[in-house]
């Protein structure tokens, strides 16, 4: 009886010295170190109205992760912005004020638009922080502030006048004036022309407080670079104002103007439809030349297009008298774009591009 009762706990005792030995700890993961979090009390700070072209603003950064920050870099978008932090390394909760500074007086401005008619101007910067850190949005390493301001410009353009209407493309020189009125303490004006084929005749200096001054501006339109010519990048004047008391504003004016090519068409825009996907139309499209150095047109080459649009001969096998094209759309709806031809003429060998409107509508 006494064996029987005292077997299993001999048992589980044998067992249990059988399983002794070293025991491991259970591994416990290495605590992983968060990246603080980087928050600013606003994204978009507006610095007010600048009279004499310089403004701050302050923003609050904050630190409101469990990991220190460090921030590297702050970057401006615009020449006229620089940023100041009094510390770049936040510990947890730790606040730090970033300071943007708005002078445009040096002239590197390139992020205004501008309303020359009323002599204001709006500034719109982005600044960007760059290291170790998250944001809100979960972003790694980056946070951007926008600023936004109005400024005062130096002078006011009067009359429209920075609008030079059209221009024939192979005229000869037109002569324009700019009329520019001048802001508080203001009162002398220097121009350079920062596109070929514009030059500065002169400047005539206001004759008293407040009174305007006029821009002699001469423009060879063969000169012009062909972006401008074919109107895709504005030509513009460069203008310098200053005063007794003030510092130096450089405001790059632009130019409006339309050059007039050569060679004139007809339909003014060619309108297709509704048609059927892959179904085709023929059209004939006329160039008559309207300068003395386009008397007879040599050859009409499509040089860019969709590809629903293609040539297929000329008018009465004669270019001057036109180009057939045969469009083809090849996806449903309505698509509008510029098909872009190059006409030479015979006696001259001058080449010039026209483009022509172009409106396709396939169901």
């Known amino acids: 009886m006494w064996c029987n009762r005292r077997l299993p706990k001999l048992v589980l005792l044998a067992l249990a010295t059988l399983g002794c030995g070293k025991v491991e700890p259970p ?12 928050c600013v009390d606003t994204k978009k700070a507006d610095f007010g109205f600048s009279r004499d072209g310089k403004a701050s603003v302050k923003v609050c950064l904050l630190n409101a992760g469990g990991g220190s920050i460090h921030i590297e870099e702050v970057r401006s978008g615009c020449g006229c912005t620089e940023a100041h932090l009094q510390k770049r390394q936040l510990e947890e909760g730790e606040k730090v004020i970033l300071e943007c500074l708005v002078d445009q007086s040096h002239g590197r401005t390139s992020n ?36 936004d301001g109005d400024i005062e410009l130096p002078f006011a353009v009067q ?22 009125k001048p802001m508080r303490g203001y009162s002398k004006f220097e121009a350079m022309s920062r596109s070929p084929g ?39 004047v460069l203008v310098t104002a200053s005063g007794l008391d003030r510092k130096s504003i450089a405001i790059s ?29 023929e059209f004939l499209i006329k160039f008559r ?15 860019s297009s969709h590809d629903d649009l293609s040539t297929c001969g000329f008018a009465d096998e004669k270019p001057g008298m036109g180009a057939r094209v045969l469009v083809r759309p090849n996806i449903a709806g309505l698509r509008h774009y510029k098909a872009k031809f190059r006409i030479r003429d015979v006696r001259s060998a001058v080449e010039t591009d026209v483009e022509v409107p172009v409106t396709i509508l396939a169901k």
Do not use: Y
């Open 27 to 38: 591994s416990v993961a290495p605590k992983r170190m968060e990246a603080g979090i980087l």
């Open 112 to 147: 205004l638009t501008m309303d020359l008619d009323n002599g204001t101007a709006r500034l719109s910067v982005r600044c960007t922080l760059l290291g170790k850190f998250r944001t809100n949005e979960r972003t790694n390493g980056t946070l951007q502030i926008d600023l």
């Open 159 to 180: 009359d429209n006048s920075c609008s030079l209407g059209n221009i024939p493309a192979f005229g000869g020189r037109t002569q324009h004036q700019l009329r520019v």
């Open 198 to 236: 514009i030059v500065i005749i002169d400047a005539e200096q206001p004759e008293a407080t407040g009174q305007s001054s006029t821009i002699g501006i001469e423009v060879d339109p063969r000169n012009l670079p062909r972006q401008i010519a074919r109107n895709e990048v504005p030509a513009s």
């Open 253 to 281: 004016v632009p130019l409006r103007l339309t050059i007039t090519p050569p060679v004139s068409h007809s339909p003014a825009r060619l309108v297709a439809g509704p048609l059927r996907v892959g179904e085709s139309q």
């Open 289 to 303: 030349p309207d300068h003395c150095l386009f008397s007879e047109i040599e050859s009409i080459d499509l040089i």
